[in-house]
């Protein structure tokens, strides 16, 4: 999914809403879709990497990755 298919997603929710109340909520509307597509992404990379590195000799010792941050 892209973020204009994500934008079209999240504003066909306001089906019937005035075109000027949908207009104020349009910056909104993209910003919701580019972050939901954002997260996502970093959730699988998440998912596959993991976000803590452990040292194999010494399992306390742990490494934050960037994909936590």
């Known amino acids: 999914m892209t973020i204009e298919e994500e934008?079209?997603?999240i504003k066909?929710?306001?089906?019937g809403v005035d075109?000027?109340?949908l207009a104020?909520?349009?910056g909104a509307i993209v910003?919701?879709?580019r972050l939901r597509m954002e997260l996502n992404r970093l959730?699988?990379?998440a998912a596959a990497s993991g976000?803590?590195?452990v040292?194999?000799?010494n399992p306390s010792r742990q490494k934050e990755l960037p994909v936590s941050k």
């Not at 066909?12 to 089906?15: A, E, T």
């Open 7 to 9: 934008y079209e997603r």
């Open 12 to 15: 066909s929710l306001f089906d």
């Open 19 to 21: 075109e000027n109340q």
């Open 24 to 26: 104020l909520l349009d």
């Open 31 to 33: 910003e919701a879709a």
């Open 43 to 45: 959730h699988m990379i």
């Open 51 to 53: 976000l803590v590195k």
């Open 55 to 57: 040292d194999p000799v």
